[in-house]
């Protein structure tokens, strides 16, 4: 479902993502961990359409995203790290929004965005303005918007940051399911409990290169670490530099 | 002090660094549009002052009268200015600043914070005031043969007078945070401050100066030059800035120094009281701001089906677009007292032509009348090139940090900037009509006349609407704390220079065709072959302009916006 290929972007100052290749199947949960200023949140961007590669492809979905982006992009669900929304509209306001760029059935627009807004716990804010949503509420529907269309592909950067407890143990469920039901899932987080509990294969970037991917069993045998958590397996690999 | 000078410090290296990183090429190109802008505006005042100044010399008995009275309303203007100006950013600046909560979580107390922040603010809101102000005072210096003292006196002068309105408006926003949020004070302040304009504008226009054609009147303009020797109130400090100035002029030093020092210890004595009680209440104001305000209007629940039904006939994402343009504009309480405003302009634009005395002028013709409907069509444009400086050019800046939204929807990024122009253009093309049309009535301009501006202002409103879209988005800033603020950068700068010098060049192309075709009429001759081919050509390239001016630079504003 994603393919990218030698993927490159270069800043000019700084190269962000070098010479990446990428593969994920439908239904797959493909975690993308690295440290800050790795390139996860600008190989997303890329991935959504939001920044253009220097070099290098991405196919989503079978669409090439230099040559048919809108087509790609409606098989996409974006998940920002960052919420920022468009403060003066109130969230179901914005949820009609979101339906209506995504081409949502009319007639199930209404019950749509209610099931969602009552599953991130909105429902009761649906009126209100989104400025006066706190950080955790405007994540919350940013990730129930990006559900509206029913993606087949969902592209989330950090999606627990700013969530409470309650809300990251329903983002885990709901990502489950999903994947359950064929839809691709790539999650760049810095939170390494919550890549070994969802991803079915993780991604290690440093500097702008793929270190290692493969299951967490994977990971341990490039690290050559027996039994040990994500983080030990995390911090040997970039130490030592280790390439696929 | 030393903390102080701390906090100031990110303001300045932010200033510094600004001018080293990014494209040099284009910061001197920047630096070189604002300068030669700068100089001929500088040069463009001086030279009127001078000329009036001089003018004024020449009248017998009055002529000093009126230098001083003009005098005294520059500097009751540029108090007014000051104050207004600094409530404003000193309501920014001390409120809703986003490296506020940084600054408050340091351990620094409340008291400095203010006291940088409100430096900051007094710096921001004087600086261009004081740098116009020169060629004011040059004009002065050199008609009245003044000293050296006089410069040394006029800018400490200026200088207490920025303070004074500074701290005044320290105070007042100190006081206004602890009644009502910030987020309030701020709309509630501009629309005071709007009222007040709408009213100033009023009344200067209900005084009717028109009637000063009619010889008639001059009586009372007689008496009104006989009022203008009352002095102003010796309470008042603007009073005590004027007359330090005029004892200057004059040679008078014990006046001028008594003034002086006047002025400078009210303005040292209003900043200790601001310090005091922004100890006591600044941060009780700042953590006020911190809540969001309540909605004016209460919430509808969703209905989905009202208003909006009337865009149905528009494709589904560009409705979409649409209707979330028109609700954040009109949810955007700052964008308010800029309606009220337009509103005020346009009934005062169209009254001014309802009350031209065409019947007492001394050359009444025809020809006169339709010329004024001629220039009419380039002030009806001007007029709209302000009003889509201050709404078109910040319309994608207004996306802010939501852009991303646009960025990842399945839309191309042109036609979000079509929709954005067709939002734009429809309201501005029916208020430009209705202008050019109405003041035609009021005119009685010819049906040739009465044609012409209406097309021509049909062409020209989409051209100056496409150039404010266009230039809007290559030069976006989304990251900006008040993205309205957009249109005084370099890209607002560009635009307006752009924008008029089409209506310019267009109003050129039209002026030649237009004679002849006028007088031609007016003699009942008809046109030549070489006339009309001339004509075509004329009104063609104007044609041509309007339309390059909106797909080019739409084009480019696409482009710019496309995904880098």
């Given at each position: 479902?994603?393919?990218?290929?030698?993927?490159?972007?270069?800043?000019?100052?700084?190269?962000?993502?070098?010479?990446?290749?990428?593969?994920?199947?439908?239904?797959?949960?493909?975690?993308?961990?690295?440290?800050?200023?790795?390139?996860?949140?600008?190989?997303?961007?890329?991935?959504?359409?939001?920044?253009?590669?220097?070099?290098?492809?991405?196919?989503?979905?079978?669409?090439?995203?230099?040559?048919?982006?809108?087509?790609?992009?409606?098989?996409?669900?974006?998940?920002?790290?960052?919420?920022?929304?468009?403060?003066?509209?109130?969230?179901?306001?914005?949820?009609?929004?979101?339906?209506?760029?995504?081409?949502?059935?009319?007639?199930?627009?209404?019950?749509?965005?209610?099931?969602?807004?009552?599953?991130?716990?909105?429902?009761?804010?649906?009126?209100?303005?989104?400025?006066?949503?706190?950080?955790?509420?405007?994540?919350?529907?940013?990730?129930?918007?990006?559900?509206?269309?029913?993606?087949?592909?969902?592209?989330?950067?950090?999606?627990?940051?700013?969530?409470?407890?309650?809300?990251?143990?329903?983002?885990?469920?709901?990502?489950?399911?999903?994947?359950?039901?064929?839809?691709?899932?790539?999650?760049?987080?810095?939170?390494?409990?919550?890549?070994?509990?969802?991803?079915?294969?993780?991604?290690?970037?440093?500097?702008?290169?793929?270190?290692?991917?493969?299951?967490?069993?994977?990971?341990?045998?490039?690290?050559?670490?027996?039994?040990?958590?994500?983080?030990?397996?995390?911090?040997?690999?970039?130490?030592?530099?280790?390439?696929? | 002090?030393?903390?102080?000078?701390?906090?100031?410090?990110?303001?300045?290296?932010?200033?510094?660094?600004?001018?080293?990183?990014?494209?040099?090429?284009?910061?001197?190109?920047?630096?070189?549009?604002?300068?030669?802008?700068?100089?001929?505006?500088?040069?463009?005042?001086?030279?009127?002052?001078?000329?009036?100044?001089?003018?004024?010399?020449?009248?017998?008995?009055?002529?000093?009268?009126?230098?001083?009275?003009?005098?005294?309303?520059?500097?009751?203007?540029?108090?007014?200015?000051?104050?207004?100006?600094?409530?404003?950013?000193?309501?920014?600046?001390?409120?809703?600043?986003?490296?506020?909560?940084?600054?408050?979580?340091?351990?620094?107390?409340?008291?400095?914070?203010?006291?940088?922040?409100?430096?900051?603010?007094?710096?921001?809101?004087?600086?261009?005031?004081?740098?116009?102000?020169?060629?004011?005072?040059?004009?002065?210096?050199?008609?009245?043969?003044?000293?050296?003292?006089?410069?040394?006196?006029?800018?400490?002068?200026?200088?207490?007078?920025?303070?004074?309105?500074?701290?005044?408006?320290?105070?007042?926003?100190?006081?206004?945070?602890?009644?009502?949020?910030?987020?309030?004070?701020?709309?509630?302040?501009?629309?005071?401050?709007?009222?007040?304009?709408?009213?100033?504008?009023?009344?200067?226009?209900?005084?009717?100066?028109?009637?000063?054609?009619?010889?008639?009147?001059?009586?009372?303009?007689?008496?009104?030059?006989?009022?203008?020797?009352?002095?102003?109130?010796?309470?008042?400090?603007?009073?005590?800035?004027?007359?330090?100035?005029?004892?200057?002029?004059?040679?008078?030093?014990?006046?001028?120094?008594?003034?002086?020092?006047?002025?400078?210890?009210?303005?040292?004595?209003?900043?200790?009281?601001?310090?005091?009680?922004?100890?006591?209440?600044?941060?009780?104001?700042?953590?006020?701001?911190?809540?969001?305000?309540?909605?004016?209007?209460?919430?509808?629940?969703?209905?989905?089906?009202?208003?909006?039904?009337?865009?149905?006939?528009?494709?589904?994402?560009?409705?979409?677009?649409?209707?979330?343009?028109?609700?954040?504009?009109?949810?955007?309480?700052?964008?308010?007292?800029?309606?009220?405003?337009?509103?005020?302009?346009?009934?005062?634009?169209?009254?001014?032509f309802?009350?031209l005395?065409l019947?007492?002028l001394?050359i009444k013709t025809i020809y006169l009348q339709n010329l004024f409907s001629f220039l009419n069509i380039g002030l009806a444009a001007s007029v709209l090139s302000?009003?889509?400086?201050?709404?078109?050019?910040?319309?994608?800046?207004?996306?802010?940090?939501?852009?991303?939204?646009?960025?990842?929807?399945?839309?191309?990024?042109?036609?979000?900037?079509?929709?954005?122009?067709?939002?734009?253009?429809?309201?501005?093309v029916?208020?430009a009509e209705?202008l050019v049309i109405f003041s035609n009535l009021f005119l009685q301009v010819s049906p040739f006349m009465m044609v012409l501006s209406t097309i021509t202002i049909f062409c020209l409103v989409p051209a100056v609407?496409?150039?404010?879209?266009?230039?809007?988005?290559?030069?976006?800033?989304?990251?900006?704390?008040?993205?309205?603020?957009?249109?005084?950068?370099?890209?607002?700068?560009?635009?307006?220079?752009?924008s008029f010098s089409l209506i310019a060049v267009v109003i050129i192309l039209e002026a030649g065709p237009v004679y002849y075709i006028f007088m031609t009429q007016l003699r009942g001759q008809s046109l030549s072959l070489m006339l009309m081919a001339w004509i075509i050509c004329s009104f063609g390239l104007a044609l041509f302009l309007c339309l390059l001016a909106?797909?080019?630079?739409?084009?480019?504003?696409?482009?710019?916006?496309?995904?880098?």
């Open positions: 479902m994603i393919k990218l290929q030698e993927l490159t972007k270069d800043y000019g100052t700084t190269l962000a993502v070098n010479k990446l290749n990428l593969d994920v199947a439908g239904g797959e949960i493909y975690g993308f961990i690295g440290p800050n200023g790795a390139g996860k949140t600008t190989t997303i961007r890329l991935m959504g359409g939001i920044l253009a590669p220097t070099s290098g492809k991405i196919i989503i979905g079978g669409f090439d995203m230099a040559k048919n982006p809108v087509e790609g992009k409606k098989m996409i669900g974006f998940v920002p790290d960052r919420p920022f929304l468009y403060e003066k509209l109130t969230g179901m306001e914005f949820m009609r929004f979101s339906a209506d760029l995504y081409d949502v059935k009319r007639e199930i627009i209404p019950q749509k965005s209610k099931e969602l807004l009552v599953q991130f716990a909105l429902w009761n804010w649906a009126d209100e303005l989104i400025e006066a949503y706190s950080h955790g509420m405007k994540q919350r529907l940013i990730i129930a918007s990006a559900l509206l269309h029913d993606p087949r592909i969902l592209i989330v950067d950090e999606p627990m940051v700013g969530l409470d407890p309650e809300a990251v143990h329903m983002v885990k469920d709901i990502l489950k399911e999903l994947a359950a039901n064929q839809t691709t899932i790539f999650i760049s987080t810095h939170t390494l409990s919550i890549a070994e509990d969802l991803c079915h294969r993780i991604g290690l970037i440093h500097k702008g290169t793929l270190l290692a991917q493969g299951t967490l069993d994977e990971l341990k045998r490039i690290a050559k670490l027996g039994e040990a958590r994500l983080e030990e397996v995390f911090l040997t690999i970039i130490k030592e530099n280790t390439f696929i | 002090m030393n903390t102080i000078f701390s906090l100031l410090r990110p303001r300045i290296l932010s200033g510094i660094n600004s001018l080293r990183q990014g494209n040099k090429k284009n910061n001197w190109a920047r630096i070189f549009m604002y300068s030669a802008l700068g100089i001929v505006f500088w040069i463009g005042t001086f030279i009127i002052f001078y000329r009036v100044l001089l003018y004024f010399q020449s009248v017998q008995d009055f002529g000093n009268i009126l230098a001083m009275k003009l005098l005294s309303m520059i500097i009751m203007t540029f108090f007014t200015l000051l104050l207004f100006s600094n409530i404003i950013n000193c309501l920014s600046h001390l409120y809703l600043s986003y490296d506020l909560p940084l600054l408050h979580s340091l351990p620094v107390s409340s008291k400095d914070i203010f006291f940088s922040k409100w430096l900051i603010s007094a710096f921001d809101s004087s600086w261009m005031i004081v740098a116009f102000s020169l060629p004011i005072f040059l004009s002065y210096g050199l008609i009245y043969k003044a000293n050296i003292i006089y410069y040394v006196t006029f800018l400490m002068a200026m200088i207490f007078m920025c303070l004074m309105a500074s701290a005044i408006g320290g105070i007042l926003v100190l006081f206004g945070a602890i009644i009502l949020p910030a987020g309030r004070i701020r709309t509630i302040l501009i629309l005071l401050g709007v009222i007040m304009v709408m009213i100033l504008i009023f009344i200067l226009r209900l005084t009717r100066p028109e009637q000063l054609v009619n010889p008639d009147s001059f009586a009372s303009v007689v008496l009104y030059l006989n009022s203008m020797r009352t002095p102003n109130s010796p309470l008042l400090p603007t009073t005590w800035i004027t007359d330090t100035i005029k004892a200057a002029l004059d040679n008078e030093t014990k006046t001028c120094l008594f003034n002086l020092a006047l002025t400078g210890t009210f303005s040292f004595m209003l900043i200790f009281i601001n310090n005091i009680i922004a100890k006591i209440a600044y941060f009780t104001g700042f953590s006020k701001s911190q809540t969001t305000p309540r909605r004016l209007f209460a919430p509808l629940k969703y209905k989905g089906s009202n208003w909006e039904s009337l865009l149905n006939f528009l494709p589904r994402e560009s409705k979409a677009f649409a209707v979330k343009e028109i609700r954040t504009f009109f949810r955007d309480s700052s964008q308010w007292p800029q309606l009220f405003l337009m509103a005020a302009l346009v009934t005062i634009y169209l009254y001014n309802s009350v005395p019947n007492n001394p302000a009003v889509s400086a201050r709404f078109v050019f910040p319309a994608v800046s207004m996306e802010g940090e939501a852009f991303w939204i646009v960025q990842a929807a399945p839309v191309l990024t042109k036609k979000f900037l079509w929709i954005k122009f067709f939002l734009y253009y429809i309201p501005l029916i208020l209705i609407v496409g150039l404010a879209t266009g230039l809007g988005a290559i030069y976006a800033d989304f990251k900006s704390e008040n993205p309205v603020q957009v249109v005084t950068g370099f890209g607002g700068l560009l635009f307006m220079i752009l909106i797909f080019y630079t739409i084009h480019l504003g696409g482009k710019s916006l496309l995904i880098k």
